[in-house]
């Protein structure tokens, strides 16, 4: 436990990359897709840029704050967030300077730039929340519990894994899991991570796995896969809605971790156009109340079926076997 022998901010501080970007010389910068950020792993991976020759980056990221850090009268004055990247590799460390939504207020966002040749495989991201105290400016008052990973190689967002993927036959395998022995795949989101178990006693399930390319079992795979993503999209929001902290007064708290994240994700599909806050009330009212829960699960399929893609996954299967039909034909 580190000692510091000036005031700090008690509360947690949660960094969130809510975008990224390259660039190359003389092209149009290039948006990546949501496929490049992992919210549940805090990694955003910029290999899966097209542009090859992408000599810069943006990082577009947000950061929540506790609200006592710019409450009047506090210990500290000049108040400033700042993202921060590191790359140990090749000892490069850059900032950027976030601005507040608000006056006072708790959520900052600001972009981040870096050079490609300043990255060698993966930087840390981070927040800290800087101000003068006693006297003495660029003192850390507070910082990120949970930093994010940017990855400038990898076409995969994962830390040291993917979600945590289990291939395990249910007939054999735990007795919890036996009960779903003709399911293809459950979800598990009851732990630190959402864990996938894969049903290799399903039929033809090993083989669509590791199926690739353009070939029917191909097409297949990315639609199970997509599939399957917008299942562990469900099962999270589920389980991080049916464990929120509630305050005394019945107001609900976004938590931290993954399960924050996700709902950070979602919320605005669930309940659109409401703030934050609003829409983690409504849906933890409807939840709790005698109605509006049933109401709100097209919503949260709809927002999961986004994250995972399934309508591009969905339209790319059924043009590649429409592909297949015709050249069949020839």
């Known amino acids: 436990m580190k000692v510091f022998p000036y005031p700090r901010v008690r509360g947690t501080v949660s960094l969130r ?30 290999g899966l840029a097209e542009t090859q020759d992408w000599e810069s980056a943006t990082v577009r990221v947000s950061a929540t704050i506790p609200s006592k850090a710019t409450e009047p009268g506090g210990p500290w004055s000049d108040v400033v967030v700042v993202a921060v990247l590191t790359d140990r590799a090749t ?46 400016s660029g003192r850390i008052i507070a910082e990120a519990v949970d930093d994010w990973i940017v990855d400038a190689r990898s076409d995969a967002p994962v830390r040291e894994q993917s979600f945590d993927i289990k291939e395990v036959g249910f007939s054999q395998g735990p007795s919890w899991l ?31 796995l590791d199926a690739g390319g353009r070939g029917p079992e191909g097409l297949v795979n990315e639609l ?46 669930v309940v659109p156009d409401r703030s934050l806050e609003d829409a ?9 109340g005698a109605t509006g829960w049933t109401e709100l699960q097209p919503r949260i399929q709809y927002a999961a079926m986004r994250r995972a893609e399934v309508p591009r996954a969905l339209s790319e299967t059924v043009r590649g076997l429409d592909k297949l039909k015709r050249e069949d034909w020839v």
């Open 17 to 46: 990359v809510d975008a990224a970007t390259v660039k190359a010389p003389e092209q149009p910068r290039e948006q990546l897709d949501s496929r490049a950020r992992s919210v549940l792993e805090r990694v955003v991976v910029l």
């Open 91 to 136: 000892n490069t460390r850059v900032t950027s300077r976030l601005v507040p939504e608000a006056e006072g207020g708790r959520e900052w966002r600001g972009e981040l730039h870096v050079l490609r040749a300043d990255l060698f495989d993966r930087a840390t991201l981070s927040v800290q929340v800087v101000a003068t105290v006693d006297g003495v």
């Open 280 to 288: 983690l009330h409504e849906v933890h009212r409807s939840r709790v």
């Open 178 to 208: 036996r009960n779903f022995a003709d399911a293809p795949w459950i979800v598990n989101a009851s732990g630190a991570l959402p864990t996938v178990h894969i049903n290799t006693d399903f039929e033809g399930m090993t083989d669509v």
């Open 224 to 269: 199970m896969v997509s599939q399957m993503a917008a299942d562990v999209w469900i099962a999270v929001f589920h389980s991080a809605i049916g464990d929120l902290e509630i305050e005394d007064d019945g107001t609900p708290l976004l938590p931290y971790g993954w399960q924050g994240e996700v709902l950070r994700e979602m919320l605005p599909d």
